[in-house]
């Protein structure tokens, strides 16, 4: 994971500077682990990896980092996590509309978010990335792990000229993704 983030870094930093400025540092092995306390979750190895590597992006920075969706600092996305999760049951009534397994990673800040699945809903693969839409029930799974979206996200930055990105730009799914699922759906 850590060479493929090692890339990401490159590219950012060569193709959108700007915006590479708005990302936090790293978080440290020992604030994760005050995290996982604070909030009672395990943080995977890939996932702690991309959160030792940058802890999201500054809270006055609206840029996109993927998918038209910001890069929300671990804290921020475990307490988004832990409101959704107490919402299930009477905001959110379809099974699988939310699930507690879900960590928002990427958010648009319209409710919607890219989340990394900590046990396989829908496909039974953990760690697979998975589209949250608020309004809506469908729950793709985009990628099937953190390592396979962040490649397809290198790919995307080895074959874009740095005048070509905009506000937005959405990361060419892995062969064989999006897979369709549907909230209310049994699993």
């Not at 915006?19 to 682990?33: M, N, R, V």
């Not at 996305?77 to 879900?102: K, Q, R, V, Y």
């Not at 990335?129 to 729950?139: G, V």
Request: hydrophobic letters at 35%; a negative charge; charged letters at 20%.
């Amino acid at each position: 994971m850590q060479a493929f983030l090692n890339k990401l870094d490159s590219h950012l930093a060569g193709k959108r500077a700007a915006y590479y400025a708005t990302l936090q540092p790293g978080l440290s092995t020992e604030a994760i682990t005050a995290l996982e306390k604070k909030f009672n979750v395990t943080i995977p190895a890939d996932l702690r990896a991309l959160y030792q590597w940058k802890n999201g992006q500054r809270d006055d920075s609206y840029e996109a980092f993927v998918n038209n969706s910001m890069f929300l600092s671990l804290e921020h996305a475990l307490s988004t996590a832990e409101e959704h999760t107490s919402m299930i049951g009477t905001d959110f009534e379809l099974e699988n509309w939310w699930h507690p397994a879900w960590i928002p990673i990427f958010d648009n800040g319209g409710g919607d978010c890219i989340c990394y699945d900590t046990a396989g809903v829908f496909t039974g693969i953990r760690g697979q990335i998975i589209e949250f839409w608020h309004a809506d029930n469908d729950r793709n799974t985009i990628a099937p792990d953190l390592t396979s979206f962040i490649t397809s996200l290198n790919h995307l930055y080895d074959t874009t000229a740095a005048e070509d990105f905009d506000e937005y730009f959405e990361v060419k799914a892995p062969e064989g993704y999006p897979k369709g699922n549907y909230a209310g759906e049994a699993e």
